[in-house]
C-alpha cells in the first residue's frame, strides 16, 4: 500500500530556507515518479516540481526555477524538497505525491494537473513571514 507523509514545514523568514520530507511506503524510489504541489488560501494548487525517475525528465514551475531542488535518500525511503530564497508568496500548504507509471501524459502537463495523481500526503503547512 502506498503511503506519503510530509514533514518539516513551519515558521521561515523571507529570504530562509527550508526541508520538507516525503516518507514513503509502498514505493521504489528509483522508479518514483514524484510531484511536489502547493496550495495557498483562495488560490488553486500549483504543481511546483515534478519528476520521472523512470526517464529522468523533470518540470519546474517558474515561480521555484532557481530556489528548488529535489533529492532523495533511497535507504530512508524519503524524498526531500529544499527551497531557498523564501519569500512571503510561498506560503501554502506543501504536498507531494505519485503516480503509477506509465504516464499518459509529459511530466510538465502531470505537473499543471493535480487530478492525475494517484497518492497523496496530507500536506505541511509552510509560511513565510518575518
Known amino acids: 500500500q502506498v503511503q506519503l507523509v510530509e514533514s518539516g514545514g513551519g515558521l521561515v523568514q523571507p529570504g530562509g530556507s527550508l526541508r520538507l520530507s516525503c516518507a514513503t511506503s509502498g514505493l521504489t524510489l528509483d522508479k518514483i515518479i514524484i510531484g511536489w504541489f502547493r496550495q495557498a488560501p483562495a488560490k488553486e494548487s500549483e504543481g511546483i516540481s515534478c519528476?520521472?525517475?523512470?526517464?529522468?525528465?523533470?518540470h519546474s514551475a517558474d515561480s521555484v526555477k532557481g530556489r528548488l531542488t529535489i533529492s532523495r535518500d533511497n535507504a530512508k525511503n524519503a524524498v526531500y524538497m529544499h527551497m531557498n530564497s523564501l519569500k512571503p508568496e510561498d506560503t501554502a500548504v506543501y504536498y507531494c505525491a505519485t503516480v503509477h507509471p506509465p504516464l499518459v501524459q509529459t511530466i510538465a502537463t502531470m505537473c499543471k494537473w493535480p487530478h492525475l495523481w494517484d497518492h497523496w500526503g496530507q500536506g505541511t503547512q509552510v509560511t513565510v513571514s518575518s
Open positions: 519528476i520521472n525517475n523512470n526517464d529522468g525528465n523533470t
